[in-house]
């Protein structure tokens, strides 16, 4: 069985910066897509940025391109989402996800194609 563990998340000041991990375990990391979404009190969870098994395709939600990078170490099982110039707005629960590859990074965005989850961990960025 898949299992997912994050860590990272913090209180930290507007326009500091945060380094999400999420660890994988229980299967071939390789055969799986991984994504990171994020839900704030109130608010439905939110797409934030995904890869692709190989790494060499992230994708990324409009609202945090060019401050989020995803990647992933294949070596180690982890995907990771640094946070740059956090906002108020990025106040939230952040969750992993795995997704078993298809073969295409189509639909990447969509939660329905994430199978497993993790707990959370939760980033608060204070203005």
């Known amino acids: 069985q898949v299992q997912l563990v994050e860590s990272g998340g913090g209180l930290v000041q507007a326009g500091d910066s945060l380094r999400l991990s999420c660890v994988f375990s229980?299967?071939?990391?390789?055969?799986?897509?991984m994504g990171w979404f994020r839900q704030a009190p109130g608010r439905a969870r939110e797409f934030v940025a995904a890869?692709?098994?190989?790494?060499?395709?992230?994708i990324y939600a409009g609202s945090v391109k060019g401050r989020f990078t995803i990647a992933r170490d294949n070596a180690k099982n982890t995907v990771f989402l640094q946070i740059d110039k956090l906002e108020p707005v990025d106040t939230a629960g952040y969750y992993c996800?795995?997704?078993?590859?298809?073969?295409?990074?189509?639909?990447?965005?969509?939660?329905?194609?994430?199978?497993?989850w993790g707990q959370g961990t939760q980033v608060t960025a204070s203005s």
């Open positions: 229980g299967d071939t990391f390789m055969d799986y897509h």
């Open positions: 890869i692709t098994p190989s790494g060499r395709t992230p």
């Open positions: 996800a795995a997704g078993e590859w298809r073969g295409s990074s189509l639909g990447l965005s969509n939660a329905a194609n994430y199978g497993f």
